[in-house]
């Protein structure tokens, strides 16, 4: 089986914490992508969606979706995202598509955030193998990278790519995240930081993963 397999899996076994009559939080990326296909089904029985990336938002409007703007809802009950990285304590690193600043604000609006990943996604600690996104201001840019290399990483400027709220996005390697809350904080704390990509404050609370052996679920 190979990883969109996976990732159709553990995207359609989602569909059974999707309420009738709700407004569902959507997060962005690939899985995702796959997760919006499999809601289309639920078009009618559903009232909307809250999308954290231009592309998801699109992509739910072809389906007949309604979106509505994080400003129209005071909560939702869930929201379905990926993730680059996930661990055991269900904290994660995202942004690896640059939407982790509108995925972080509509998974703080959701009662429960479900994650789907394929197996590939599990990780023991953040940082082993993807490298940390974070999102600057564009004048922030070269003040932020030194401070990142004064945190003992490595950051690399994302070439060309702007992200829906006009900003530029450092990649950091070399970043192993023993103290992920921690960490999220001090990235935060950094001036000219929009977000960062860990997942701590807000992680995951049902895991999804697809995988060769089927789906597992890590509530
Ligand atoms: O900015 C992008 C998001 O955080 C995605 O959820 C993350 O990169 C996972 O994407 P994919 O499902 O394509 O691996």
């Not at 490595?154 to 709220?165: A, F, I, K, L, M």
């Not at 006009?166 to 929009?194: R, S």
Request: proline share 3%; aromatic share 4%; with cysteine.
């Amino acid at each position: 089986m190979d990883q969109l397999e996976m990732k159709k899996q553990a995207a359609q076994a989602a569909l059974k914490y999707v309420e009738a009559g709700s407004i569902v939080g959507v997060g962005s990326g690939s899985t995702v992508n796959c997760f919006i296909e499999a809601l289309g089904a639920m078009a009618d029985q559903i009232k909307g969606a809250v999308a954290a990336s231009k592309e998801s938002e699109r992509r739910l409007l072809a389906l007949g979706i309604d979106v509505f703007n994080a400003n129209e809802v005071s909560g939702l009950d869930i929201y379905v995202d990926g993730a680059d990285e996930i661990n055991p304590q269900k904290m994660m690193i995202k942004g690896g598509g640059a939407a982790l600043t509108r995925e972080k604000i509509v998974s703080s609006l959701a009662k429960k955030f479900i994650c789907i990943v394929d197996s590939t996604k599990q990780v023991d600690v953040l940082g082993s193998t993807f490298p940390l996104p974070v999102e600057v201001i564009p004048m922030a840019r070269s003040y932020v990278a030194r401070k990142l290399v004064g945190l003992g990483g490595q950051p690399e400027y994302r070439e060309g790519v702007v992200t829906d709220n006009g900003n530029v996005i450092l990649d950091v390697h070399h970043f192993k995240l023993m103290q992920p809350i921690e960490m999220e904080k001090t990235l935060n704390n950094i001036a000219g930081v929009v977000t960062n990509g860990i997942f701590a404050l807000r992680r995951a609370d049902i895991v999804i993963v697809g995988s060769t052996q089927g789906v597992q679920i890590l509530a």
